[in-house]
């Protein structure tokens, strides 16, 4: 047991949440408009390819996050044009950006790159590890802590600092409003399109962050469809913690903890398909507990069908 | 005339986003350098060229009608399954273990395997049903977390207990089916299977269910207005209960065909990774959830697939450039900008109702 369950556990925990979280708070800005960003998967891959594209072109780490973060951006306005000027279903919209982000990117990859499959270079370098000094004194904290990109100190920053935003901001309860009813809102004068376009390119920043920590943080590559379903994950890591943004953290926590752990567990003589299933069935056994609060249900699942 | 008129309308709507697929086809093949007319042309006979092109197409497209088919039997009644492909994936598996060690003749092998495809991807998919309806667990995201754990079983289930030791030991499969329970082929030598023709039968089936029995009209009140459905006396649950285990059936059914029609024998990662799944959610959202035009669509997209393999084989364009065709044709259908502008003046009023 002991063998199991250790800080270096915990510490592959932090990192490997990372993305999911960042694109989970990013989906939960949409969330809280009304609209449901099934696109996460694909603009995480967006950011990842962005990510190595800038740094292949710039060498400069700083410009390839800049770059993941633009080419995301960029994305993010189709979306948010098609939902909202041209009024499409989010979710038709969403998977069709998946797709577009899928074949894009794999396309991209062999025209620019002319590489098939994954795109690595030794002389590239990724996301420097940061340690924050007054925490490597503590011995607990100090293994959980360290090794870490920027980014992943930043995706914590910013579940508190959305939380702030949502709860304590007239900005925020603005966007809030925006979500809970639309119409009430454009009454006393609130600009409802500018509001979702605004949440939109916020969510496309998040995971264009997201995107550069999976590319540039993690690895120091891109390898076709990367992402391997963590946007998928992101939703059900947002649609659990209902928005907000610690429910998020916990939520996705408790993904990456059991991913982490499913990692472990491969040691054992467990056949590594049970130990991969492991983070899903405990996401569908958690949905038991903390059911979806009814805000999502008029704009995803039940109305969206014609 | 009047109804001409209707019809020629509501198909401008696809030639735009049609045209649009192209287009930004055209821009994407233009980066790499390959004259653009010449790569359609590729594509036009990797696709459709001669015999054998166009049954590999219509091969293709057997499981992504019935994928299609089944989605859209869901959607109709307002309900997402992003599940399919866990569901085919079960239903493969379970079909090509059935016609393995069922005992009996090739043909009671073949019906068999084909009853047991069909019930394990409804019965997985009657579990997210059930989820939702007793305990109010997420349809949306509970039928996608279910596609990992189903093509997660399925692999354990090949590498190991049932797994092909009999050839290279590399791969992870289950051993070939034998012969007499395969399902004929269309044409000699060509991979066209019996399947398209019971895609295309159920295709018609569940046309006719839907316009004239009651529970196809159930079924469509209660996608269209749930509340007028309870009104009048449909009981919600029954309908999504059934509607999704009828899904989950046609998923299961398309895994079968493929293991049956194809492959004889259950590949890990065969069906998933051509994102079966996905292609025939696109059908059905091009068709709005219509069974003929799902059919059509269905083969429209497999020909794109297709023609882009053969626009890979001779020139340097890469095979994705049909996700990316695809793609933008789905963003484009998906939009109602064509329902005239004036409209939408009127409604730039209320402001942010995006649904």
């Known amino acids: 047991m002991e063998q199991l369950f250790d800080l270096s556990l915990l510490n592959s925990t932090v990192r490997m949440v990372t993305p999911i979280l960042l694109a989970a708070l990013g989906g939960s800005l949409c969330a809280r408009v009304g609209i449901f960003n099934v696109a996460l998967e694909g603009l995480v891959l967006v950011g990842a390819f962005g990510a190595i594209l800038g740094n292949a072109l710039t060498g400069n780490l700083f410009l390839a996050v800049l770059i993941a973060i633009g080419s995301v951006l960029l994305f993010s306005l189709l979306f948010a044009y098609i939902t909202i000027h041209l009024r499409a279903n989010e979710i038709v919209a969403g998977v069709a950006l998946n797709f577009l982000a899928a074949g894009l990117t794999t396309f991209l990859l062999r025209t620019i790159f002319s590489v098939k499959g994954a795109y690595y270079d030794n002389e590239m370098h990724g996301l420097p590890a940061w340690d924050l000094p007054f925490l490597q004194q503590i011995p607990v904290l100090e293994q959980l802590f360290s090794g870490h990109t920027p980014l992943v100190w930043l995706a914590y920053l910013f579940v508190i600092g959305l939380h702030l935003f949502y709860f304590k901001s007239v900005a925020g309860s603005r966007l809030l409003a925006v979500g809970e009813n639309p119409v009430a809102a454009q009454s006393i004068g609130l600009k409802v399109r500018k509001i979702q376009y605004a949440a939109i390119l916020g969510c496309g920043l998040f995971c264009g962050l997201a995107g550069a920590q999976l590319s540039l943080g993690q690895v120091t590559m891109f390898s076709e469809g990367m992402t391997a379903g963590r946007g998928y994950i ?34 054992l003589s467990i056949p590594t398909h049970f130990t991969l299933m492991l983070p899903y069935v405990m996401t569908v056994i958690a949905m038991f507990f903390f059911r979806d609060k009814s805000y999502l249900k008029n704009t995803g699942a039940n109305s969206s069908a014609r | 005339m009047k109804q001409w008129k209707q019809t020629l309308s509501s198909l401008i709507h696809p030639l735009i986003a049609l045209l649009i697929g192209f287009l930004a086809g055209a821009i994407a093949i233009s980066v790499t350098g390959t004259p653009i007319l010449q790569a359609y042309q590729e594509m036009w006979t990797g696709a459709f060229g001669n015999l054998y092109f166009l049954t590999s197409t219509l091969a293709r497209s057997t499981p992504i009608i019935l994928l299609g088919l089944g989605i859209s039997l869901a959607f109709r009644s307002g309900y997402f399954n992003l599940g399919a492909e866990g569901q085919m994936v079960l239903g493969a598996v379970a079909a090509a273990l059935t016609a393995l060690y069922m005992p009996g003749s090739g043909i009671v092998k073949l019906l068999a395997a084909m009853a047991a495809g069909m019930i394990a991807g409804g019965l997985w998919s009657l579990l997210a049903a059930w989820m939702d309806a007793k305990f109010k667990v997420n349809l949306l995201i509970s039928t996608l977390l279910l596609n990992y754990i189903a093509s997660l079983f399925a692999g354990y289930l090949v590498t190991e207990p049932f797994k092909d030791t009999t050839g290279s030991a590399a791969l992870a ?183």
Not at chain 1, 240 to 250: H, I, T
Not at chain 2, 186 to 198: E, Q, T, W
Not at chain 2, 215 to 244: D, H, S, W
């Open chain 2, 173 to 355: 499969q289950s051993r070939m089916i034998e012969q007499g329970a395969w399902l004929p082929k269309l044409f000699a030598g060509m991979s066209l299977h019996a399947g398209f023709v019971l895609a295309v039968v159920i295709a018609i089936l569940l046309t006719l269910l839907l316009r004239y029995t009651v529970f196809g009209y159930e079924l469509k009140i209660t996608g269209q207005n749930p509340l007028f459905a309870a009104y009048g006396g449909v009981n919600r649950t029954r309908v999504m209960i059934l509607c999704m285990l009828t899904s989950g059936a046609l998923a299961g059914l398309a895994g079968t065909v493929e293991v049956l029609g194809s492959q004889y024998r259950y590949i890990d990662g065969s069906l998933t990774a051509p994102g079966y799944a996905w292609t025939g959610l696109m059908a059905t959202l091009l068709a709005n959830s219509n069974p003929l035009g799902t059919t059509i669509a269905a083969v429209f997209l497999a020909a794109l697939q297709t023609g882009a393999m053969g626009l890979e084989r001779n020139t340097n364009v890469p095979l994705e450039i049909s996700s990316v065709i695809q793609a933008a044709l789905i963003l484009f259908i998906s939009a109602r900008f064509t329902y005239s502008f004036l409209k939408r003046r009127k409604e730039e009023k209320n402001n942010g109702a995006t649904v």
């Open chain 1, 234 to 267: 992101a939703l059900v890591a947002m649609m659990l913690g209902q928005s907000n943004p610690v429910g998020m953290l916990a939520s996705s926590l408790l993904f990456g903890f059991m991913d982490a752990l499913s990692i472990r567990l491969q040691g």
